[in-house]
């Protein structure tokens, strides 16, 4: 690896891989691989770089929003004066009250706290009226959503969820929102964008696996939570859709995003009947049933009790040949020769890659 980071787009997401780019790269660069599959890709800025390093890239992710972010980096082949043609068009619409602004616009002097201006959710509701209008193949499609997003993403009145909505406009939030062509790179190695669940993606036998599953909060410090993708991400999911779901609550989250509708089994922070934690039970099982050769997994967070446990997992499944601490706060990266350690650090920048051989 010659050190260099290629480029990856990405929207502020929870568990983004931004930082530890450097470090997965490196680790993987080192191995004889050619297909890889990023199983939890999110942002898909993992899979992005995959890519652009050369090995024929498969993005898998649950929901819907990483679905579009792979088509749009991974699949779509149109030049960029296709889409910039297009997109020039979309700034340029008249905005006007439709469904979105209703829902989730917000006027300067309003009551109720909204994660947009309204100045920003009526060109939102023009943009996305005329993106159905093309009649576009769905990766070209895939291209518009995913600048549609990003444009959202940056003038957005929240903390980073969109569970809750500040009281006081952000600054970002005054700024008319722009759509850009997405940085795309030449597209030059075999990639498959996929939605399923990763028990599923498995299967398919890669070179290397990437885990990058999401992790509850289970330290001991801090009350038990859930992570909850569909939750915070609730309008990513309606922008896609366009498909007006009946909507909940004081954040207006659609129906199907309700924490009582089954989530992930990775998102439990709760220990099932034999004491064990759900989620790393799930962990285990898909270690073991992992079709791979090699599997790259990213741990971050979690508690003693956690980490002691995966611990175990890592000793008594496939050879494991590297284990690296990383300190993305000081960038600092150490190869850890194999000691319990690191289970017992509380230090919540410190972020853990473990290489295993099948
Ligand atoms: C920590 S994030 C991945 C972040 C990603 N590496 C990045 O850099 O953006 C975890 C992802 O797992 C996805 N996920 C959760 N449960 C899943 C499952 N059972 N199958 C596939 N994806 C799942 C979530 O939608 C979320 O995008």
Redesign the pocket.
């Known amino acids: 690896m010659n050190g260099k980071i290629p480029k990856t787009e ?1 929207i502020k ?6 930082l530890l780019l450097p470090y997965i790269l490196g680790t993987v660069s080192e191995l004889p691989v050619q297909t890889v599959l ?9 899979a992005q770089a995959f890519a652009q390093m050369g090995y024929d890239t498969t993005a ?4 819907v929003w ?1 679905e579009v972010f792979a088509n749009c980096f991974l699949v779509a082949r149109q030049p960029a004066a296709f889409y910039k043609e297009i997109i020039d068009e979309l700034n340029a619409l008249q905005g006007y009250r439709g469904w979105f602004s209703e829902n989730y616009g917000g006027g300067v002097t309003s009551v109720e706290k909204r994660p947009f201006q309204l100045h920003n959710t009526m060109k939102l509701d023009a943009i996305r009226d005329k993106i159905d209008s093309y009649g576009l193949a769905w990766p070209d499609k895939c291209v518009l959503l995913t600048s549609l997003i990003y444009a959202l993403d940056k003038v957005d009145n929240t903390l980073g969820h969109y569970c809750s909505y500040l009281k006081e406009w952000s600054p970002r939030s005054y700024a008319t929102m722009k759509l850009l062509v997405p940085h795309k790179f030449p597209i030059t190695t075999k990639n498959k964008a996929q939605r ?4 599923d ?1 498995v299967k398919e036998y890669h070179d290397l696996v ?1 885990l ?4 509850g909060s289970n330290n001991e410090k801090m009350p038990p939570s859930r992570v909850r ?2 939750s915070y991400y609730h309008i990513w999911k309606t922008v896609i859709l366009n498909d007006h779901p009946l909507l909940f609550g004081k954040a207006n989250r659609r129906e199907d995003s309700r924490d009582t509708v089954s ?5 439990e922070y709760r220990r099932g009947k034999s004491g064990r934690f759900l989620a790393m039970e799930a962990i285990e099982r898909l270690i073991k049933e992992a079709n791979a050769h090699y599997l790259l997994l ?1 741990y971050s967070s979690g508690g003693r009790a956690t980490k002691s446990e995966l611990n175990d997992i890592l000793n008594s499944n496939g050879k494991l040949l590297k284990s690296v601490e990383i300190d993305y706060k000081k960038n600092v990266m150490a190869n850890m020769k194999w000691t319990n350690q690191w289970t017992t650090s509380q230090d919540k920048y410190k972020e853990y890659l473990f290489l295993i051989e099948k």
């Open positions: 990405g997401y929870t568990g983004s891989k931004l990023d199983a939890f890709s999110g942002t898909t800025r993992v898998n992710d649950l929901s990483s399923s669940d990763v028990f993606a990437y990058d599953p999401p992790y993708y569909a989530s992930s089994v990775f998102e990213s």
